[in-house]
């Protein structure tokens, strides 16, 4: 059996696993992607929950699954939130996944707070080509929260990221992932050139390999996490390429993955 | 007539009055369910406003038709705005709704800020199984904010709430409606499996709840907009049984709702 | 060549200049319309970005292409941040648009602080007929957020506004826009009696002003961003007379708005 099959069979299982556990999730995020991020939990098998405020933040976080923490738009008590479920996912080895939304020098008290949330090591790094390329130390001219850059350039500097992270996943026309476990990158392709134009599509992708976390080992999870996104999309753009149906469409087809689609779709490739 | 035949004649009759009224619904909603639950509103013929500052609070409650409280995330000023607005609606006789979204142990501030609002005397408490049974005393296991127990064991425990509130709604499979006004309890059946899969459906249907109190009396608004919901539920799931169609065609029934639809579909017991 | 035969060329390079520059657009907007103003913004070809915290608003405004502020649901965070932005843009010469969502002596806080924003000289304010008229200080019996004022008889009353701004918009079956430039008044039609029924229709034009003033002269972005909303409403109303599908369709309209599209759909008078 290549390893390639292997993986395949692992991201299955994972799926498997998502639908029978439904974990719960937590959230904190942004207020734009906040719906979005909980229907596509809905929708892929977890069992969302948003809870963003300092004082329950502690006791709920010890409850959960796994933790999402995305930093869009963050006010001042989520920023507490964030740093106390961090914390507490630390030191309870709960999973957690850290989506470092628009970490650049302009943006200065997320960025301040993401090197703090990074002392709590969390399980997944994931964004888009040029937050990983700042965060990685790189020089950065970020459009905002849009990645400019090009992933496959990047992931080759990320790597210094695995110091912080067991895993590191970089999104774009191709998405790559990096590992403690070994040297191999993963790439996964699919997708559709629709999902930048949806807002919240990454910022839901991070909440997504949050719960594969809570079934399956970090990196078969951040695998499984993209493998569901990129399938979807792909076949959504296939069904309708527009943008308003697109969105109905790539729901639809999050809700009805199944083993047989993941088996025949999935394309993968390992560097 | 039967009783049941004048429950639907008073349904339908909340539903004109709500199409002709048009009335103002202030919600102090979670930042899930603020976009979906003011589309649900002017879906069904209302006119939303999410106004949840502590600094508008009392001089906005003082115009509205209803006011509508949800628990789901809240920040520091919407828990102050909660409160304002509680007050101002209890003391000048406007209908309220409280759903308390996520009621337990392990979400202590906002359960004691509905212990709190629970003084204001709302005119509907509505919640699913497991926080209904939590809110009524009961010990629970509830897995965040979705339900994991069943609606029918639970509304025999909920009576003691009646005590705080004219009407207690728990919603599930099916929903049961309990009122000061008889012992009877009404069965409403309907709606999808599907929308517990999509999130703030629950909120959104706090919100409604208000809405039809701002036109009809407490226990007629609360079947009426349990039934808009039922119905709109199962008509969309027979056109549309994925997720992202699904949702679509929800606001589409909800929208479309009519008198004969409302005759034609209702499925309403009392007990 | 006539006069509107300009506009009409006008209007359709502003949409080639959006389509070419992608902007980034810097939207301070309340919790109901912030997913659906991003999304919005992405269909039509900006970029956007809902930063919306004090700490970060000056150094994030100064590299913007336009500043969005609409006063929803504010909380005093997001107060604090439009107070900086604002006055960023004013002296960066940064192109923002106001959108006065409930000005009335009912809503103080808010109303207090769009006076304090008008002195930060926005481009443009925009606003339905019952919010601008109580701006120019016309008596107003507004419900709630939505308008129940007629557009048309407000714009005659609106010039005072011009005082603070380049362009006043006023947004209702027709919508009226004012301009510093000259004592014309453009009308513009089409739309669908649908779009009110959708939330944040308003709040996402007014974000979609602001992409349209990052690329084009004020007076043409307010026209060119009225225009795409227009023939955008009107087409997907022709297709989907129903609210669920209606906002599908309106999404795919917006995205695939091209030059031959406005050529035959635009509907603009000069007064």
Chains 1, 2, 3 share one sequence.
Not at 115 to 139: K, Y
Request: proline content about 4%; overall charge negative.
């Amino acid at each position: 059996m290549t390893q390639v099959n292997t993986l395949i069979d692992q991201v299955v299982f994972a799926w498997q696993e998502l639908q029978k556990k439904s974990p719960l999730i937590q959230c904190i995020t942004n207020q734009v992607a906040s719906n979005y991020a909980a229907n596509v939990l809905l929708a892929c098998g977890a069992s969302p929950a948003m809870i963003d405020n300092p004082y329950e933040a502690e006791s709920f976080t010890r409850i959960v699954g796994a933790l999402s923490i995305n930093l869009g738009t963050p006010s001042s008590e989520q920023m507490q939130a964030m740093k106390i479920s961090a914390a507490t996912a630390h030191q309870e080895s709960i999973p957690w996944v850290l989506d470092p939304v628009g970490y650049s020098p302009v943006l200065k008290w997320r960025s301040d707070m993401v090197d703090t949330l990074l002392t709590f090591m969390p399980s997944v790094i994931r964004g888009n080509a040029s937050e990983i390329s700042t965060l990685a130390g790189e020089q950065s001219l970020s459009k905002g929260v849009d990645s400019t850059l090009n992933s496959e350039d990047v992931y080759k500097h990320a790597k210094v990221l695995l110091k912080s992270s067991q895993c590191v996943a970089i999104s774009g026309p191709s998405d790559f992932i990096l590992s403690q476990e070994s040297d191999q990158v993963i790439e996964i392709k699919g997708g559709s050139i629709l999902q930048p134009r949806i807002t919240a599509t990454g910022c839901s992708l991070g909440a997504l390999i949050a719960a594969y976390c809570a079934v399956a080992p970090i990196n078969t999870a951040t695998i499984a996490a993209h493998v569901h996104f990129a399938i979807a999309g792909k076949l959504a753009y296939e069904k309708a390429p527009t943008l308003g149906q697109f969105n109905v469409a790539f729901m639809d087809e999050l809700f009805t993955l199944n083993a047989e689609k993941i088996k025949q779709h999935i394309d993968i490739q390992i560097h």
